[in-house]
């Protein structure tokens, strides 16, 4: 776990859980297509529910940030986040009781959290400093691990990706006149393997407006074959069935589902 302060630092949930993590999500092994590409990028992984980030924080074998979604971070918000995203709260019977317990995590969530290596993110103007923060850490030779799903199919291994971290190209050249790579990554905690697949880079030479839907496209196609690879297993989508049922009008528009839940913790 190269990327970890002090554990004498750490809270005592994350001294607590710590075990129990590793237990779950023990022996990752991953695997480079290129294992000699060791410059720091974007690495844009399959969620899988919580697998994927807990896999990649307990075992990514480089200096790394996590892009974390700010609701998580924040003491007024970290309550919805748990009830709407974690619980999915809207779809049980005895949602006072979600309410309750959402109310009661949400500190040792907000705690956990900000003592992981992790950049905020924020779907407003906010979002400005979630950039400089990640073209910082890349310039310090730190990666990014973002998982970028959006309630949109894609495949059985990965949906749709969102594409507002594609801006990390432009801003990153900008700053150091390099093209920024951006790797596919599949998490499959079933068979303890993390895949890496082959990056694609950002061109400078070209408005990202025309090599947007490259990019993404490249990502998703990407993980997928990595999925499709791997040893046999049952893929975890990013959302259960149920989300769709009580959250399906924010399909497609996945930025206000987190106004949603910013908006309550306003209150």
């Known amino acids: 776990m190269p990327n970890h302060v002090d554990e004498m630092k750490k809270p005592l949930i994350y001294k607590i859980l710590l075990p129990f993590a ?50 998580a971070l924040n003491k007024s918000s970290a309550p919805s986040y748990l009830f709407h995203d974690v619980f999915i709260g809207k779809s049980r019977k005895m949602q006072w009781f979600y309410r309750l317990l959402s109310r009661l995590l949400a500190p040792l969530l907000v705690s956990l959290l900000r003592h992981e ?79 890496v697949g082959k990056p694609i880079a950002y061109q400078p030479n070209l408005p990202l407006s025309q090599q947007r839907e490259i990019l993404i496209g490249h990502l998703q196609s990407e993980i997928t074959r990595l999925g499709e690879t791997c040893p046999p297993h049952q893929p975890i989508s990013f959302m259960e069935k149920r989300w769709y049922k009580a959250y399906g009008n924010y399909v497609d528009d996945f930025a206000s589902y987190w106004k949603m839940i910013d908006n309550e913790g306003d209150k």
């Open 22 to 71: 590793l237990f779950r999500y023990r022996k990752m092994r991953i695997v480079y297509d290129d294992p000699s590409d060791t410059r720091p990028g974007v690495f844009i992984a399959n969620h899988a529910r919580i697998d994927g980030p807990a896999a990649t924080t307990l075992h990514f074998d480089r200096p790394y940030m996590n892009w974390i979604i700010h609701n």
């Open 117 to 195: 290596p992790g950049i905020p993110v924020y779907h407003d103007a906010r979002s400005r400093d979630t950039f400089r923060e990640s073209v910082s850490a890349l310039m310090e030779g730190k990666s990014l691990l973002i998982f970028a799903e959006s309630p949109k199919p894609f495949s059985p291994y990965v949906n749709a990706l969102q594409d507002g971290f594609l801006l990390l190209g432009p801003q990153y050249y900008k700053v150091t006149k390099e093209a920024l790579s951006f790797y596919p990554m599949y998490v499959c905690r079933k068979r303890r393997l993390i895949r």
